[in-house]
């Protein structure tokens, strides 16, 4: 097992469901972590003879990961008009702009709503992962490979790595720091002014990019009490954190 925060000015991790609009997660889901460790690691989208893709990885996305919210949520919504001229003309228009020369693009006549994350930070914890020992070793010493990005490549985002002093797994009942599985709602100590909320996402991408095996997790604004619930106890040098992973 090893963890490590990531944070940013903006992030928008993208449901799936929602087809023509931009509606962010509150979390980054498993599978946008899965890219950034293979990012991290510098492997490809596509294989070429020297490396395979981790979407042709069939056992890429077998760790478990957990994620706790460090910082508040706070959600942006805006409207955008989005360029939509795909012709074969677009590089020299782009180029009539680049030297001042007006040249008219086709705008979407509908704007798309966006959703944007203000100041995000997570940590995340990851276990089981085949490259676990490169990877940890590229994000401890800062070598890794690409950039990380936060959703999109437009919202660069930093990270460090957190050591962990120990792990324990546990069944009794707790405060999750991390989100709760769906499976252990029934479980859930209910608290005043405790703000829930429920999320649904992919935990896996194939070779095709198609979003696969989707769970339900719960989400709070706080602590989430719950009784007779397994999880892990994790110790860092300044904290302990509840956790469940999925």
């Known amino acids: 097992m090893f963890a490590f925060t990531i944070w940013g000015k903006f992030a928008s991790f993208k449901d799936p469901f929602t087809i023509s609009q931009n509606i962010t997660l509150l979390i980054p889901p498993k599978t946008t972590i899965g890219g950034i460790l293979a990012s991290f690691l510098g492997l490809p989208y596509q294989s070429d003879r020297d490396n395979i893709a981790y979407y042709d990885d069939e056992d890429f996305f077998d760790f478990k990961y957990s994620c706790v919210i460090l910082n508040p949520i706070i959600k942006k919504s805006f409207s955008q008009n989005y360029i939509n001229d795909y012709t074969k003309t677009f590089s020299t228009k782009l180029e009539n702009l680049k030297k001042g020369k007006a040249t008219p693009f086709k705008v979407s006549p509908k704007p798309i709503n966006r959703e944007l994350l203000l100041n995000p930070k997570y940590l995340i914890f990851i276990k089981d992962f085949k490259y676990e020992k490169k990877v940890a070793e590229l ?32 069944k009794e009942d707790t405060e999750l720091d991390s989100f709760m599985l769906q499976q252990d709602s029934k479980k859930i100590l209910f608290t005043e002014n405790t703000i829930y909320s429920q999320s649904r996402f992919a935990t896996k991408t194939t070779k095709d990019r198609s979003y696969q095996d989707y769970q339900n997790v719960i989400l709070s604004d706080g602590k989430i009490g719950a009784r007779d619930i397994e999880f892990y106890e994790i110790k860092t040098k300044n904290n302990i954190y509840n956790c469940q992973f999925l």
């Open 139 to 170: 994000i401890k010493t800062r070598e890794t490979i690409y950039p990380l990005y936060l959703g999109n490549s437009e919202f660069a985002g930093n990270y460090k790595y957190i050591e962990l002093l120990s792990k324990q797994k546990k």
